[in-house]
T-cell receptor, first 111, second 113 residues
């Protein structure tokens, strides 16, 4: 089946630092999405990317849809304690929108 | 802001029992989904539902699983005879258009004992 490889698995950073995480796939996706999940909650959409090469920002978050359609990255600038959580990439190939999720990146921010 | 509502938030059931997980999608959304997340693992697709029928399902969604939209607002996932390995968080999601960015519910934690 389709697999997304997300890295790193976890990150421990100081408040104020920038963060970068990425996802790669052996197959093409037509949509890339980035979600954040807090403990006991469902994933919350951060950024959606629909075109190869697209670079999109949402506040301190920036994400790019790779030109090959097989990868995406998410950057968080000037991290703050509330950025703590698990970040998931997700890709979709079909028009009905089934999502394939990466394994997640656990982000810890030290004040 | 509109949200997807799931009930119950936590369900404990004995192995072999049937469970029904309930979801109320956002009212003007047309596509509905169930996903599963085993503790500490990634979110996995189970099934998508559109126009009152299943549009896609994963290999996890075997004959023990079924979905239904019994009325205009509810969307349910039934597990007919639960197994220990069915213990997981189950998330319902809905979207207005196929690439409109899903909205996920807060999940139902199912514990099979």
């Amino acid at each position: 089946g389709q697999q997304l490889n997300q890295s790193p698995q976890s990150m421990f950073i100081q408040e104020g630092e920038d963060v970068s995480m990425n996802c790669t796939s052996s197959s093409i996706f037509n949509t890339w999405l980035w979600y954040k999940q807090d403990p006991g909650e469902g994933p919350v959409l951060l950024i959606a990317l629909y075109k190869a090469g697209e670079l999109t920002s949402n506040g301190r978050l920036t994400a790019q849809f790779g030109i090959t359609r097989k990868d995406s990255f998410l950057n968080i600038s000037a991290s703050i304690p509330s950025d703590v959580g698990i970040y998931f990439c997700a890709g979709s190939r079909t028009s009905y929108g089934k999502l394939t999720f990466g394994q997640g990146t656990i982000l810890t921010v030290h004040p | 802001e509109p949200e997807v509502t799931q009930t119950p938030s936590h369900q404990v059931t004995q192995m072999g029992q049937e469970v029904i997980l309930r979801c109320v999608p956002i009212s003007n959304h047309l596509y509905f989904y169930w996903y599963r997340q085993i503790l500490g693992q990634k979110v996995e697709f189970l099934v998508s539902f559109y126009n009152n029928e299943i549009s896609e399902k994963s290999e996890i969604f075997d004959d023990q699983f079924s979905v239904e939209r019994p009325d205009g607002s509810n969307f349910t996932l039934k597990i007919r005879s639960t197994k220990l390995e069915d213990s997981a968080m189950y998330f319902c999601a809905s979207s207005k258009a196929s690439f409109d960015g899903y909205t996920f519910g807060s999940g139902t934690r199912l514990t099979v004992v």
